[in-house]
T-cell receptor, first 115, second 114 residues
């Protein structure tokens, strides 16, 4: 149980385009979803927290207009990287948790390369 | 402030050697959870263990063991008789009860040579 999927697993796009990444909890309802970014040889950095039906809360230094997060249902959250640039190239990982839950279940990650 | 420190950046061992990964944390919470994750080259995080702040019992799972000591705010992880498949980056993380966020350490890269 507690499976989280991400789609796509890998994406290459041209600079200036927008990319949408989906995060789904397959067998449980996720009241809270988290988005992380991981640069090569670095740790996971939390970008934002989203609760179903409400606006996402962004960490300091993360541009909310550039990284649009939508958590429209209890099983789906999306991250859209708008007007992507090469410096946005990174590994994006989502996780999902239940209400009051002390465990986050991680997706397999999406590797974004912006040319 | 919540903080997790993994002082060892890289560890290289020969197969069958034991390897211990250090994790030191800082928190003002009385209720918190500590985690260890493995991240192989594929990138997917693999959950290894969760330990709550009220349970200081050490745990063993196969070749893996964990030593939790609140007195020193440490949660160390030992791989016994390491294997090449243990090569990965290992992250220690602290879960905060007030906002459910995870704070990750910098990670320790373990390389096991045949």
């Amino acid at each position: 149980g507690a499976v989280v999927s991400q789609h796509p697993s890998r994406v290459i796009c041209k600079s200036g385009t927008s990319v949408k990444i989906e995060c789904r909890s397959l067998d449980f309802q996720a009241t809270t979803m988290f988005w992380y970014r991981q640069f090569p040889k670095q740790s996971l950095m939390l970008m934002a927290t989203s609760n179903e039906g409400s606006k996402a809360t962004y960490e300091q230094g993360v541009e909310k207009d550039k990284f649009l997060i939508n958590h429209a249902s209890l099983t789906l959250s999306t991250l859209t990287v708008t007007s992507a640039h090469p410096e946005d190239s990174s590994f994006y990982i989502c996780s999902a948790g239940t209400s009051g839950g002390d465990t986050q279940y991680f997706g397999p990650g999406t590797r974004l390369t912006v040319l | 402030a919540q903080k997790v420190t993994q002082a060892q950046t890289e560890i290289s061992v020969v197969e069958k050697e034991d390897v211990t990964l250090d994790c030191v944390y800082e928190t003002r919470d009385t209720t918190y959870y500590l985690f260890w994750y493995k991240q192989p080259p594929s990138g997917e995080l693999v959950f290894l263990i969760r330990r709550n702040s009220f349970d200081e019992q050490n745990e063993i799972s196969g070749r893996y063991s964990w030593n939790f000591q609140k007195s020193t705010s440490s949660f160390n992880f030992t791989i016994t008789a390491s294997q090449v498949v243990d090569s990965a980056v290992y992250f220690c993380a602290l879960w905060r009860s007030n906002d459910y966020k995870l704070s990750f350490g910098a990670g320790t890269t373990v390389t096991v040579r045949a």
